[in-house]
């Protein structure tokens, strides 16, 4: 069964500091993995995708790297933002299939 | 602007009624999904549509029933079978043509309370 696990459940960091969000996957065959932000109350949106040859991308201050050979994926944020408080979900994506897996997500709240 | 849009924002039920939630997108996507999403839960997949007049059921699809009479639309229904119907529901799309690549566009959302 195809499942994907984020870590920590949760996370609270101070303003300014960086932060490193963890998936790890086990779905076959594997064809992309995007990293996605959900603010509260709103629907998600996707902030990068990894593809099997890719092995580190950036969008702004954020950093999303993937290990296709232990199957880890990471999102890193750096010199956080209070609007960077949100629920950041990995969503891996098999080949040949329309139903894409989801994690549960990291919730991350940045304090002032 | 291309999106999608789903309605209303925030609904309240009585226990026993069916409601319809509404999703239309304007992006000129082939395929349509229906999530919902509980605290500290990830999303659960309970619908989703390829083509017009074709839909399959996901993981969570009891009591729930869904139409795809045009292409940009995918109405939900919660009926009074789903026993737990207060939730987050989030409608999304997919292109699946060659320039596909996986990416889900979803709606802003829409808030189910069950009195």
């Known amino acids: 069964k195809n499942q994907v696990e984020q870590s920590p459940q949760s996370l609270i960091i101070l303003e300014g500091k960086n932060c490193t969000l963890q998936?790890?996957?086990?779905?076959?065959?594997?064809?992309?993995l995007r990293w996605y932000k959900q603010d509260t109350g709103r629907g998600p949106v996707s902030l990068t995708i990894m593809t099997f040859s890719e092995n580190t991308k950036s969008n702004g201050r954020y950093t999303a790297t993937l290990d296709a050979d232990t199957k880890q994926s990471s999102l890193h944020i750096t010199a956080s933002q209070l609007s960077d408080s949100a629920s950041y979900i990995c969503v891996v994506q098999s080949g040949g299939s329309y139903i894409p897996t989801f994690g549960r997500g990291t919730s991350l709240i940045v304090h002032p | 602007d291309g999106g999608i849009t789903q309605s209303p924002k925030y609904l309240f039920r009585k226990e026993g009624q069916n409601v319809t939630l509404s999703c239309e997108q304007n992006?000129?996507?082939?395929?349509m999904y229906w999530y919902r999403q509980d605290p500290g839960q990830g999303l659960r997949l309970i619908y989703y549509?390829?083509?017009?007049?074709?839909?399959q059921k996901g993981d969570i699809a009891e009591g729930y029933s869904v139409s795809r009479e045009k292409k940009e639309s995918f109405p939900l229904t919660v009926t009074s079978a789903q026993k737990n119907p207060t939730a987050f529901y989030l409608c999304?799309?997919?292109?699946?043509?060659?320039?596909?690549?996986?990416?889900?566009?979803f709606g802003e959302g829409s808030r189910l309370t069950v009195l």
């Open positions: 549509s390829q083509i017009v007049n074709d839909f």
């Open positions: 992006l000129n996507h082939d395929a």
């Open positions: 998936c790890n996957y086990t779905v076959s065959p594997f064809s992309n």
């Open positions: 999304a799309s997919r292109s699946l043509t060659t320039a596909d690549t996986g990416e889900l566009f």
